[in-house]
């Protein structure tokens, strides 16, 4: 009998420790049944089985035959290694639409690179505008940070382009009903930047044909708001929520 337990996560031909399984089954027919663009946090603490669950939902969802569904997974504590909060956002940027163009792949993702790696020169450009503490979750649109001359912003600039790769993959294989973004280990990094991620990806990524599966405690959630609004009481309540 073994001695010890490793922390990995759970992969689809392995037994159900955590009993996570009704749950697994629900929120299968709950992604297959949606609209979208849609959100669904996994919240649970560190070792909870978050990673586990969302490997059986892109297994499920994804990675079986006849799948509906294309996977962009992003580990996020991955790509904050060694960046600071604002490289670390655009790097996270720069995985999702990686994936995403890598299941497109024809002239319109050689000339979408071109655009959207200028747009993230621009974006790198005033990367310090994006540092925590920069964005508060009530000042208004990401995309005002990166306004220009009156034009669509950055970050308008880059959704577009996102949408069209998306509507590109889609066209190529009709079978697909869209994307599933699985966004991982949210509560390993700075909460702050969480938070910013977060806010980023929803000012993004709110895109028809996108579901997006977070993995996140709730608490660093809460750790990440305080430097914005303090501690948490009843009158700054609703700001949390």
């Known amino acids: 009998m073994k001695s010890s337990i490793i922390d990995i996560p759970r992969q689809q031909h392995q037994n159900d420790l955590f009993g996570i399984q009704v749950y697994q089954d629900v929120l299968i027919k709950f992604i297959q049944l949606t609209d979208t663009p849609i959100t669904i946090a996994l919240q649970g603490e560190w070792g ?16 079986v035959e006849q799948a509906l569904y294309y996977p962009v997974w992003i580990n996020t504590w ?7 909060p604002a490289q670390s956002i655009i790097a996270i940027l720069e995985g999702i639409i990686g994936q995403i163009g890598a299941l497109s792949p024809n002239h319109k993702w050689d000339e979408s690179k071109k655009k ?15 540092a925590v503490g920069t964005i508060g979750v009530d000042s208004g649109p990401v995309d005002d ?3 220009s001359g009156g034009g669509e912003s950055t970050i308008v600039q880059l959704k577009n382009e ?52 977070l993995a996140i405690d709730y608490d660093v959630v809460i750790k990440g708001l305080k430097p914005k609004f303090g501690e948490l009481t009843d009158k700054n309540e609703r700001e949390f929520r």
Do not use: W
Not at 48 to 63: E, V, W
Not at 116 to 130: R, T
């Open 162 to 213: 996102i949408a069209k790769l998306i509507e590109t993959a889609l066209e190529q294989n009709p079978h697909k009903k869209g994307f599933i973004l699985y966004i991982d280990d949210l509560d390993r990094i700075d909460p702050p930047v969480a938070v910013e991620i977060l806010e980023l990806l929803k000012n993004i990524f709110d895109l028809k044909n996108c579901v997006f599966v």
């Open 116 to 130: 959207i790696g200028g747009l993230f020169k621009k974006m790198a450009a005033v990367s310090a505008k994006v």
């Open 48 to 63: 909870s089985g978050k990673t586990s669950l969302m490997n059986q939902l892109r297994y499920n969802l994804c990675d």
């Open 78 to 84: 991955q790509y904050s290694l060694m960046h600071t």
């Open 145 to 147: 940070l990166f306004a």
